[in-house]
Structures are given as structure tokens and as C-alpha cells.
């Protein structure tokens, strides 16, 4: 099923969020690449996200209010806020950047973490292209 954030009704909420952290935001958006806007929709979608999958067992929401999830339209808004593969491929390619500007600092060196972190750029790389082919199919 194709979703588009045309097809996401949107409301907006006056949030108070400390300042220093947009701040430290605002200077990232490019590293980053998404506005703090872009970031802090997908963090909260994220989250909301991993708490009905972390509620299963809660005594406040049972099952049958999860299964109910649908019919608020949250599988639209997770599908493609959090699980299109473009925004997937995005994400581990901006991933990809931090942890090789990471190797090129002395601190990579200690505790062996260059080739750890080598390793781990190397399964991200594999993931994207098999993102990449799943989505050409």
C-alpha cells in the first residue's frame, strides 16, 4: 500500500522544547540532512511507534486497543514516516557520513573502535543496497 504525506492529516501543537537542544539542532541540519522539524516528526513518530510495539504486554493497553491502531490510520503514518525505504536509506547514509568522520579522529584509534566502526560501515553499506534493490523490484 503507497502512502504519501498528502494523505497524513496534520495538526500543529504548540510544544515547548529546551532551546539549547534546537540550537544544537539548527547547527546539524545540514550534517543532518532534514530540517529540526523533519527530525523531531520522525523521533516522535519513532517513539510512539516503539511504545505500542513495547505496550503489547501493558495492564493499560490491551491487545485489542492495539490491533484498533489501524483504524486510526498510525500503519499510513508509520509506513511512511518511519519504514519508507528512501527515508531508511536516507537515514543510514547520514549514519554512514557520522561514523566515517568518527575514524578519521584520534579518539576512533582507542579501545579498537576503528575497526569496529569499519565493520559497521561496511553491514550499512550492505543494508542500503539491499534496500535499494528491494525498492527497484
Known amino acids: ?44 513518530v519513532s517513539v510512539v511507534n516503539a511504545d505500542l510495539e513495547a505496550w503489547e504486554d501493558s495492564p493499560i493497553f490491551n491487545y485489542n486497543s ?32 557520522w561514523m566515517e568522520e568518527f575514524i578519521k579522529t584520534k579518539a576512533s584509534e582507542s579501545f579498537g573502535l576503528r575497526d569496529l566502526i569499519t565493520s559497521e560501515i561496511q553491514k550499512t553499506k550492505a543494508e542500503i543496497q539491499s534496500l535499494r534493490e528491494k525498492s527497484n523490484t
Do not use: C, H
Open 1 to 44: 500500500m503507497k502512502t504519501n504525506k498528502e494523505e497524513i492529516e496534520y495538526i500543529e501543537l504548540k510544544l515547548k522544547v529546551p532551546k539549547a537542544i534546537i540550537d544544537f539542532l539548527r547547527t546539524y541540519e545540514t550534517a543532518m540532512e532534514q530540517s529540526v522539524e523533519e527530525y523531531l516528526e520522525y523521533n516522535i
Open 66 to 97: 492495539l490491533s484498533e491502531a489501524k483504524s486510526w490510520g498510525l500503519d499510513k503514518v508509520f509506513d511512511e514516516i518511519i519504514y519508507k525505504p528512501s527515508r531508511t536509506v536516507e537515514a543510514l547514509e547520514a549514519s554512514i557520513k
